[in-house]
């Protein structure tokens, strides 16, 4: 699974036409998405233990090995990137005319990285993944990227990697700290008696990290920049998927194998997000590019996952793994809307695609809808994941979500503010009467968002059921290991 | 099998020899020195191979025994480092060649990459304090001519330096050697750790090992020590400066280790902290350097200062463990680093420049080029699974569980920085379009230089993504060079095991 986008940028590489290239592409991720269907129906819902589970020793003098396995919670995420892929190759069909062969190649390189990221159960493995992908994804801002393309991709660059670097030590100070037993694999990292101030040291250099990633505020300056200078596949794949890594990271490690350091942090890390989901409402709000407004909305909505983790309660975990989906859904639909305007017009600015919606009902009618889930609208997708989160943020502090509900109304006043101007502008400045709307390649880009966008709205139970299980255990030891902890603290 | 071991040394010595009779430049003078080249490579891989099967080899030369003859032995580590070495020749000979029309070639540039060769390999093989001095001469005296037969005027100025502080070096390495053999009445590097064992704790014993440590750190670039170094490197043709920066300071890394390994007692405790906190100046100030100059070959130059540091900061950690992290990290380095001045010398080719104000647009018309140039820039920075990683890794281990933060951390800031100064030169050459910077496609030169670099991206490649091989191997070798008593008996026998009871 993970070699395979590998092994179709292998093949890539040789293909001479660009022509025949796109079609490869597209056909190489649609087989995956369709081969990661197996995953899904393979899925045994009733434990949390690791499933499909590969293990070979890999650098035997370090006890490295290549360990593969996932859960419920990883499950939904790799699935999110499988099917993101076509879409983004889609995405890119026009939008890309110079070396459409790197291009690819790149795109394929970095799914192999995503959905090993997603599933290693060793951590220096999961770190080179973590690492390999960076360098896709720096290229494809810094070569194919707009006018500050190189400015955007190096802050990209050091940014991330000078957050990786903290995340070394704390593998490398987990590793050591059992003398007798030294090991990489995540599920044996987890549950060891660590002191508690060991835990908030390790936990603290997995935030910043894990944050600089998501972004939390005030680590995002990174964000805006990075997604308005890539192009339309990589702002796709930047917020459907590398965004959840953070989140990812803060739920599969944080909570597991730091519980007492998650518990101690936790309201410092509320706050960060309650911050990030009001500064990133109202930036959003004083935007006039289009994408400059959809990524503060993505700052603003990675709030409610963090604050939904940090919660620490089912339902709170639970409303942030569906934050991370929806979100994938959303914003992707988004950036693909908002690459589709900037096709036709040459322009991101909001005023200059006013009245768009007139001439191309189609593409209005579907910003409409992914408007209205990004506002998290009942009925639409992000509304069952943000609802979920409040009432799980709602048990831990009441002033807290007094104070972030304030963010979701400026959600509403932002999408309603792009949708108004977008579909019902005036038309007269600048003329807009020529531009064509939805072809069928943009269609099919766009519909399967739009039925993940009714699905997960009207039907949320399959996709709840997938991480459920997951989920409950996470919570479970999470809160036995700090009922613990207070019991030996109170003796 | 032992007669081998002093092969090394004479074969370059003989091929340069042979070529300064052979005055003629042609293609027939450079094919006899490739395979002069290839030859050493061969020569080197067997002995590796026969170190690990058969242990060190040991030529007492003139079939006198130690302690009274000299003492060649090519051990695990000495193996390594010829390999290394005859990998770098040849691939940098192979680059001047496709750099340089045979016309335009200085008759006397082969001959004397082959003494320099010589000398090199003579400091890995030999077992006899000073042996390596005559060693270092050697190197001293070839790699001087080398820097400026090429050189104009204003160059020369900067080899200067170069000569001064090495030759200050040389006089107090022979101060060394004098006071080691009135210490302990021998050169050899056995009679001397089974001595200095017993008269651990003796304040000359101390002093001794400063001066020495001394002598070798000027050799590798420790700070302070460094100042002749970033200087002197850019003056070089780029297929010489392919191998200084791979292996004349690793001559400096490879005596560290060994002074320390199976020289100097291992409980001078204060010395190797000493040490590692150079190292970690070293590393930062290196990278500084890096990040303040503005055209490639000075840029790479710093990097080397900085890059030593790390090697010396495993070092100066000084257990099994870190010790492998050395040897890890010089193979990983030499290669990766002659892998970069090679590619800064295709763009030097291309721009006509390697000047950061003058060279843009290879991104954009040679991909090729770029991929050749950030795989080890990377790799170098330490970004796994590249084999730069690996090596950076193990030093933060050991650092971690020595409780070491600060160097730790010191670590971690050079390579962030390590790769800033990369991404400063990918911005530039690589990344940035500026109509008015010539990219001259035409010059076929590129083709071959290209090629060479090729053949060392992948080799480093190799060294990354199939680690465990090369890591069993650096392990190994770290257990070998540990092993005082077993060295002593090996080298002096029984004899040496009754000079080292207590």
Not at chain 2, 74 to 85: P, Q
Not at chain 2, 338 to 346: I, R, T, W
Not at chain 2, 465 to 485: C, I, K, S, W
């Amino acid at each position: 699974m993970i070699f395979a986008p590998l092994v179709a940028a292998a093949v890539a590489a040789f293909i001479p036409s660009e022509r025949l290239l796109r079609w490869w592409s597209l056909i190489a991720t649609l087989a995956i998405a369709v081969g990661s269907v197996a995953l899904y129906t393979g899925f045994d819902l009733t434990t949390h233990a690791f499933q499909f589970v590969e293990f070979a020793p890999w650098i035997a003098a370090f006890r490295i090995n290549y360990a593969l396995g996932i859960d419920g919670i990883s499950l939904l995420l790799i699935l999110l990137t499988t099917f993101i892929m076509p879409l983004c190759v889609l995405a890119s069909w026009k939008y890309i005319t110079t070396r459409v062969k790197e291009f690819m190649i790149c795109l394929l390189v970095m799914e192999s990285a995503m959905i090993g990221v997603f599933s290693a159960l060793d951590f220096v493995l999961f770190f080179v993944f973590w690492e390999a992908m960076l360098i896709p994804m720096t290229l494809m801002i810094g070569v194919w990227g707009g006018p500050r393309k190189v400015y955007a991709a190096v802050k990209f660059f050091i940014y991330t990697m000078a957050g990786s670097v903290f995340l070394l030590v704390a593998i490398v100070a987990l590793y050591l700290w059992d003398p007798a037993n030294q090991t990489f694999s995540i599920p044996e990292l987890m549950g060891r008696p660590y002191s508690q101030s060991f835990q908030a040291w390790i936990f603290a250099a997995f935030f910043i990290s894990f944050a600089i990633k998501v972004p939390m505020f005030p680590f995002h300056t990174w964000l805006p920049a990075a997604h308005v200078e890539a192009p339309t596949a990589g702002s796709v794949i930047l917020a459907s998927v590398l965004l959840k890594m953070g989140t990812y990271g803060f739920v599969r490690f944080c909570l597991p194998i730091t519980p007492l350091g998650a518990a101690y942090h936790a309201p410092f890390v509320m706050w960060l997000s309650v911050a990030a989901i009001l500064y990133g409402g109202f930036a959003a709000l004083a935007q006039s590019d289009l994408k400059k407004l959809v990524a503060y909305s993505s700052v603003s909505h990675m709030g409610f996952a963090t604050l939904g983790i940090f919660s620490l309660t089912t339902a709170g975990l639970q409303g942030a793994t569906l934050v991370m989906i929806n979100h994938g859904v959303t914003t992707g639909a988004l950036f693909i809307c908002v690459g589709i305007i900037y096709e036709r017009l040459h322009t991101r600015d909001l005023g200059e695609s006013a009245g768009l919606g007139k001439f191309a009902p189609v593409l209005a009618g579907m910003v409409g809808l992914f408007c209205l889930s990004s506002m998290a609208f009942p009925g639409t997708n992000s509304f069952i994941g943000e609802f979920l989160v409040l009432s799980g943020g709602f048990t831990v502090s009441t002033l807290m979500m007094c104070i972030a509900v304030p963010g979701v109304v400026a959600a509403a006043a932002y999408n309603l503010r792009m949708l108004q101007k977008f579909a019902y502008g005036s038309t007269k400045n600048p003329d807009h009467s020529g531009v064509p709307d939805l072809s069928a390649r943009e269609i099919f880009a766009l519909a399967p968002l739009v039925i993940f966008v009714l699905w997960i709205g009207l039907q949320p139970g399959p996709f709840v059921d997938v991480m459920k299980v997951s989920v409950d255990h996470l919570v479970q030891t999470t809160q036995a290991a700090i009922a613990q902890a207070a019991a030996v603290a109170a003796q | 099998m032992n007669n081998l071991a002093v092969m090394p040394v004479i074969v370059p010595a003989l091929a340069g020899v042979v070529g300064l009779f052979w005055w003629r430049c042609g293609t027939a003078r450079r094919v006899a020195f490739a395979l002069v080249g290839l030859a050493q490579l061969v020569l080197a891989l067997v002995l590796v191979d026969s170190a690990r099967t058969h242990g060190p080899a040991v030529l007492g030369v003139g079939g006198w025994a130690a302690p009274y003859g000299i003492a060649i032995i090519v051990d695990r580590l000495s193996a390594i480092m010829l390999t290394l070495g005859a990998i770098t020749a040849l691939a940098s000979m192979l680059y001047g060649f496709a750099q340089q029309p045979v016309r335009f070639e200085h008759p006397l540039r082969l001959p004397l990459v082959q003494f320099l060769v010589a000398g090199i390999s003579l400091s890995f093989a030999t077992a006899d304090l000073f042996n390596l001095f005559v060693a270092f001469e050697v190197m001293l005296i070839a790699s001087y001519a080398l820097l400026t037969l090429e050189a104009d005027d204003r160059d020369v100025k900067h080899a200067l330096p170069y000569l001064t502080v090495n030759l200050v070096g040389g006089a107090l390495f022979l101060g060394a050697a004098g006071l080691a053999y009135g210490l302990f009445g021998t050169l050899n590097f056995a009679g001397i750790a089974a001595r200095a064992v017993e008269m651990s704790g003796d304040p000359r014993v101390m002093a001794w090992a400063v001066l020495l440590l001394t002598v070798f750190a000027i050799k590798a670039g420790v700070f302070p020590l460094y100042y002749w170094l970033p200087n002197a490197y850019p003056i070089l043709p780029a297929p010489v400066a392919a191998l200084y920066s791979g292996m004349l300071t690793k001559v400096g890394v490879y005596v560290l280790l060994r002074a320390c390994g199976t020289l100097l007692p291992h409980d001078l405790t204060g010395l190797h902290a000493a040490l590692a906190w150079l190292a970690g100046l070293t590393m930062i100030l290196g990278v500084l350097g890096a990040v303040s100059r503005n055209f490639i070959r000075g840029i790479l130059s710093f990097h080397i200062l900085s890059q030593i540091g790390f090697m010396v900061l495993a070092i100066g950690f000084f257990t099994e463990y870190a010790v492998a992290a050395a040897v890890f990290y010089i193979v990983h380095h030499i290669i990766v680093k002659s892998s970069l001045f090679m590619a800064g010398g295709v763009v030097g080719v291309l721009n006509r420049s390697d000047d950061l104000d003058r060279s843009a647009n290879l991104w954009r018309t040679m991909p090729v080029v770029g991929l050749l140039f950030l795989l080890p820039a990377l790799s170098l920075a330490g970004l796994p699974p590249l084999s730069g990683f690996w090596g950076k890794y193990m030093i933060v281990v050991e650092g971690v569980r020595q409780g070491q933060w600060v160097l730790v951390v010191l670590s971690l800031v050079a390579s962030v920085l390590t790769l800033f100064s990369m991404l400063k030169i990918w911005n530039t050459s690589f990344w940035a379009e500026d109509p008015s910077v010539p990219v001259r496609r035409d010059d076929g030169r590129w083709r071959g230089m290209a090629a060479v670099t090729g053949g060392m991206v992948v080799l480093s490649l190799a060294i990354g993504l199939g680690a465990a091989p090369f890591m069993d191997l650096a392990f190994e070798t770290a257990r070998e060079v540990l092993d005082q008593e077993g060295y002593v008996r090996l080298v002096l026998g029984a004899a040496g095991e009754a000079v080292a009871a207590p």
